[in-house]
């Protein structure tokens, strides 16, 4: 018989017999991982991503893909790994811990091919025409395993960063039609973006007609944020709701100034307390006072 298709024939008998026997090598694996100190971490219920039914999906995987009955056995990793890594994330396992058992995987799989190729009497030159076969695809599924982590792990923060933005952008409702603004912190071109986006649909959602936007929390802003808060004043306008700017800092005019942006047609206050009783909200206080002194 023809080396070549010698080989071949060796290599589909391993592969067809990893598929088989998955459950019970990956068994054993698992079993290996749990009962090593240095992977304690590592000790995962069987429904978890990189727990046993992963682990036999895996290895019936590797084992289709040897015996040639997966056509594109790149992409068919890249499939499984792509689910495991966002479930990982989801679970919030973390790389480093779930990578460590990847030793115990190619061990656990070569002790089993082993084995059969000394049952199956199948030579050395078919054992090195399998592991060069074997070894690239379990490199490839630890790679496409880390990109899909750390693709859907920078995804899954950057939602999470924008959540906390979006959070940080409250139009708090004073009374009917009137409601203020107070911009804390620093103010990069994400935030300005979030802020000019949210701050308009809140005021759509609340029946604005009156925004006090504070910004004596702001200590600095660059040229780019300056302009977005303009557009926010200039957009509201154009939806009918007046704006009042308060607390502007010396360095907040001065980047304004530089830009020529036109204050005329921009309603400015002192502090929050001088805007608030354009609308009556400090002689109501007073009259409050009043009435409480008299009784």
Known sequence: MDLQIKQNLDQIAIGTKLTENAANIAQKIMTNIQN?????????????????????????????????????????????????????????????????????????????????????????ESLLHISATVNPLIDYAVQAYSKSYVKHHREMTEKFHLSLQELSVPVVPLFPGVAVLPVVGEIDTNRAKILLESTLQQCIENAITSLVIDLSGVSYIDTMVAQRIFQLVSTLKLLGVKTTLTGLSPEIAQTSVSLNLDFS???????????????????????????????
Not at 266 to 291: D, M, R, S, T
Request: hydrophobic letters at 35%.
């Open 36 to 124: 090593s100190e240095a992977y304690v971490s590592l000790q995962l219920p069987e429904n978890a991503p990189g727990g046993l039914d992963d682990s036999i999906a895996f290895i019936r995987l590797l084992g289709d893909a040897i015996s040639d009955k997966i056509t594109d056995k790149k992409k068919t990793i890249s499939e499984w790994a792509e689910k495991v890594g966002l479930l990982a994330v989801q679970s919030g396992q973390p790389l480093d811990e779930s990578l460590e058992g990847t030793s115990y995987y190619r061990t656990g799989i070569w002790e089993y091919i082993k084995e059969e190729a000394f049952l199956q009497s199948i030579p050395a």
């Open 265 to 295: 047609k921009i309603v400015l206050k002192g502090n929050l307390q001088h805007a608030l009783a354009e609308f009556g909200y400090g002689k109501i206080e007073n009259e409050q006072n009043k009435k409480n002194r008299l009784v």
